[in-house]
Structures are given as C-alpha cells and as structure tokens.
C-alpha cells in the first residue's frame, strides 16, 4: 500500500515493463490475459496476464493491498458482488468467463475456493456436504455419504470426525475448520482449487498438515495459492508470479518456476522483495 | 483493612445497589400485577368459563366466541405478515445495500409506521379495508389491520438478524456455487431463525393485546364467527368493553385478561419450542 516503506531505489518499474512472456511448454488450465480490475472506480491491477498451469502448484506473492486476492475473487466470479467493473479475459477450458453468459454455478464447481478464514456452516458437518452436492446434482442420500467420506478422508479428517458427523462443524478446531473446507470443495470434484492464505490463521501444525495436503492434491488438480509466507511458497511452489503495488495499483513484476524466482530472479524487486525487504 | 479509596467503593455500591433495586422494581410490579389480576379474576374461571357463550353482556357465562375470533384473528394476521414481511426482510438486506436510497427510504417509512398510534392505524383500516375494499366489520378487515400494524416490526428485527450474519458465509456458499436460493433458505435463515422467532413472539404479543385498531375493523359483535367475513370480538376488545361499559363485569374482565396473559405465554413457549425443532432439522 501507500503507507508501505518501499526502497526508493525500487520504486520505479519502467513503464514499459513486461513480465518475460512464458515459455514453459506445460499445459495450462486458466489463462488470465489483459485482465483490469476496477473497484469503485479504483484501478486494483491493471492488464495482467498470467497462466496458471495444469496440475501444479501455482503461488502468488506480493505485499498487501496490491490485488492478489481480488484476483482470485475475479477467477471465481465472486468479484460481482462488490461493485467490481472486471476487463480483459480469463479462458477456462476454451471459455472466457468474463462475460454475463457465464454459469456461475458451474464455474464454482469446476474452480473450488479457500478463504484465508475457514468458514463452515454453523450445522452438522454432514449438511456441510449435502448442501453444495445437493445443489450440484447429488440428491441420493447414499451417493452425498460416500462423496463426503472420499473427501473427509482424502485430507485425513475421516478418523478424526467419523464418529461426530451429525455435530456442528464449527466446533472444531481451526485447522480441522480448514481441512474440512478443503474436503468440501474437493467433494465437488473441482478441476482447480484456489487458496487464498490458506494457513495464516492455523498454528504451524495445521499448517504443516495443509501443506503436505496442498503438495499431494496437485496430481489430482491445479492450485493458485496466494500467500505471504515466502518460506510457504518456497517449499511448496512449482510456479511462483510475484505482484507488486506500483503507481498507485497492482502489477504482475514477474512469473518463472519456483527456483529460478527465488535464486536468481530477474527484476531487482523481486530480488528484494524475496530476500525479504532487508535493503 | 481496605486500602482502596472508599469514594470509589461507594460509587460502585450505589451503582450496583441501583441496578439491583431496578430490578426488583421490575419484579415486583409484574408480580403484583399477575397477583391483582389472579386474585381478582380466578374465582370466575371454570372449565365452563372457555367454552360457554358469555351471558348478560358478559358478566356471566364464559368466553369462547371471544377466543375463536382471537384465534382466528391472529392467524390470519400472521399468515398474512409473515410472508410479506420475511420477503421484504430478505429483499432489503440481501438485495439491497444498507446506504442505498431506496432501501433507507423503505426503512425510514417503516420506521415511521411502527410508530403510528394504533388508534389512527384502526382509523386507516377501518376507511381502507371495511370501506374502501367493502370487507365490512370483519375478522379479515381486522386481520389485515393488524398485519399493517406489526409489518414494521417484523420486518426490521427480520432485516436486522439477517445483517447480522458475517459476510463470510455468504462468500463461502457462493465460492461452493450454491445458488441464491439456496443461499437464503438453507444457510441464512436458519441461522437468522432465533432472531426471526423473537420478531414472531413480539409480533404474537403486540396482536393479541391490540384493541384500538380491532374496535374499527373487527367490530365487537359477541356471537361466535361462521366465517372470516363475520364480525367478531377479540378477547382484548372484550377486557375493555367489560371493564368500560358494563357494570359489575369487573370480575368477568379479570378473567379474561389473565386467560389472556396465560394464552401468550403458552404461544410463547410453544413458539419456542417449534423454532427449535426447525433449527435442529434445518442443522442436521
């Protein structure tokens, strides 16, 4: 943000500064291509383009207020509900959602959302399922049992919960909050999962236990993390798009494999700003 | 053996006798009240008393066509409130924002309806329904009244739970591509439900003790209703003409009023107890 103390050397981004166009032959998933955000007539970020890559771990970083997460509210369409005005496109599976054509329902199944707050509906955990399967088509009461269980068990809840599943949900702990978030979306099937500082409100426990759920979830599915946990992004990125907060709204500085942005990035932003602000 | 200043002790023993007398106050005028009107009005209550047809303008016999118009009033009074006043309530707090201008004008309007006097809401009910629409006297035209009477209220205690609600869940269920519908009847009413009890209960209690308004529109006709067409006394509209017009009907005037107070807190209680039978369903 403005009040942020920026090394006055590395203020100055060249205007015509372009990310390095991507030349990684991997398959992507969700193409984000000149996308402007407005919000109450406030630029946020402006003409980003970014590919999120299929069946990887793909992690945002950036400091505060420079639009990461309202990135990713643009991608699930949640960006309608706060007087946002969305530019440019966003391709998933040959389809530009940002149109008013777009299913949204659809759109949500296929790309699953995590808050940096774990939200479960104060019910049972079993209504926390059978809610968004009932709406996505899953009305048999045996088939809504099965699919909550794959995924109670797919990010290790089942034991802990197999017994208490007609009680509130959000009487668990935080970290079990969380997980059985992450299970309520993967029991939709999505094809992408986005997380939004999954871990900052879990102890490093809990986090330990959702990183190793994030890193094995990435055969199944392609993930867009944003995080402010560098170290969190260096253990678990393949992908790693650095945001920062220049003239007066956000911009993409940089976007290369994991590695390469924490070893030898290009942009002396990104060089700073990973070896954590120190100059 | 205190080494604290004592003007400090004082003060928060005044402060802390203060609201404990308040409190008694409180009490102890409720009881007294519930007392007068239990010695007063028990000797004339018998089993007779509620299905019997009142005798001699009501100082004998019993009750019961007062309790069926009561009933019957205030079902309909509820059955037509609660749907419009849970769908104004959803509008304006899930479609509209709080500082937009046509949902702070429909809010002040209601404001200033629920502080109409209830003798000018009898004056509107009784020109509108029983004239202009041709109701006549009517347990409908009183019904409606009293609909217009307790929309306000229901409808900003339903607004004002629903607000209540974090942001959060709605984010939450949208992300889960929950669709609006969804939304509103599965995840935030049942969770705004303990505030939209309490808005039913208060609305329950304002009805049944309405007098002014049903004089106007319902009329005070004693005889039993065949239909919601008919005239008909509420059970309040009895208390007063009892105790206002007809001499020595006092103890007949008593009575009913503690059936009157005993009926509410029983609706209460059930009320109560319905709403919790819904949470738990709508939870589980």
Request: glycine share 6%.
């Amino acid at each position: 943000m403005n009040g942020l103390s920026i090394p006055t050397h590395l203020k100055a981004v060249p205007d015509n500064y372009q990310p390095a166009p991507s030349t990684h032959q991997l398959p992507t998933y969700i193409n984000i291509e000149k996308l402007t955000l407005n919000i109450n007539k406030q630029t946020i970020f402006n003409s980003l383009t970014l590919p999120i890559y299929e069946n990887r771990i793909n992690t945002l970083i950036g400091p505060s207020g420079c639009g990461k997460s309202s990135l990713l509210n643009c991608i699930t369409r949640l960006s309608d509900y706060n007087n946002s005005v969305v530019n440019g496109q966003i391709i998933i599976d040959q389809h530009d959602l940002i149109n008013n054509k777009t299913d949204l329902i659809a759109l949500r199944k296929k790309v699953g959302m995590i808050f940096q707050k774990p939200v479960p509906f104060p019910m049972s955990i079993r209504k926390n399922f059978a809610l968004p399967l009932k709406e996505h088509g899953v009305n048999h009461r045996d088939d809504i049992e099965m699919k909550m269980e794959n995924a109670l068990r797919a990010v290790g809840l089942w034991k802990e919960v197999s017994n208490r599943i007609d009680s509130r949900a959000d009487k668990l702990s935080g970290g079990q909050q969380q997980r059985l978030c992450i299970a309520r979306v993967l029991a939709l099937e999505p094809k992408a999962i986005l997380m939004d500082e999954p871990c900052s409100s879990l102890d490093p426990i809990a986090t330990a236990i959702i990183e190793e759920l994030i890193l094995n979830l990435k055969e199944k599915y392609t993930l867009f993390l944003v995080t402010h946990n560098l170290a969190q992004a260096k253990r678990i990125a393949d992908f790693v798009a650095f945001m920062w907060y220049h003239e007066g709204h956000g911009r993409l500085i940089e976007h290369n494999h994991a590695n390469v942005i924490f070893e030898s990035p290009s942009n002396p932003i990104t060089a700073a700003y990973v070896r954590g602000l120190t100059e | 053996m205190n080494s604290l200043p004592n003007k400090h002790n004082l003060a928060d023993t005044l402060l802390k006798f203060a609201s404990w007398a308040s409190g008694l106050f409180i009490v102890l005028f409720f009881g007294y009240l519930l007392f007068d009107i239990t010695t007063n009005g028990i000797s004339r209550i018998q089993f007779s008393f509620f299905y019997d047809t009142p005798v001699n303008a009501g100082r004998q016999g019993g009750i019961a066509p007062m309790l069926i118009s009561t009933f019957i009033i205030l079902g309909l009074c509820l059955a037509i409130a609660l749907p419009i006043g849970l769908a104004s309530a959803i509008y304006l707090a899930e479609y509209t924002s709080e500082n937009q201008g046509f949902s702070r004008f429909v809010r002040r309007s209601l404001n200033i309806i629920a502080g109409v006097p209830s003798i000018v809401m009898g004056l509107f009910g009784y020109a509108f329904f029983v004239i202009a629409l041709q109701l006549g006297f009517s347990l409908l035209s009183g019904a409606l009244t009293l609909a217009c009477m307790v929309l306000p209220l229901l409808i900003r205690s339903i607004e004002d739970s629903l607000r209540a609600i974090p942001q959060s869940y709605r984010l939450n269920a949208h992300a889960l591509g929950l669709s609006q519908w969804r939304i509103i009847f599965q995840v935030l009413l049942p969770i705004a439900s303990s505030g939209i009890l309490l808005a039913v209960i208060l609305s329950i209690g304002r009805a049944m003790a309405e007098t002014a308004a049903l004089l106007y529109t319902s009329g005070y006709v004693m005889r039993t209703p065949d239909s919601v067409m008919d005239s008909g006394r509420s059970l309040s509209v009895h208390i007063f003409d009892l105790s206002m017009n007809v001499p020595g009907g006092e103890q007949s005037a008593y009575a009913s009023a503690l059936t009157l107070i005993v009926l509410l807190l029983v609706i209460n209680t059930l009320t109560a107890f319905i709403s919790r039978f819904i949470k738990t369903r709508s939870i589980k």
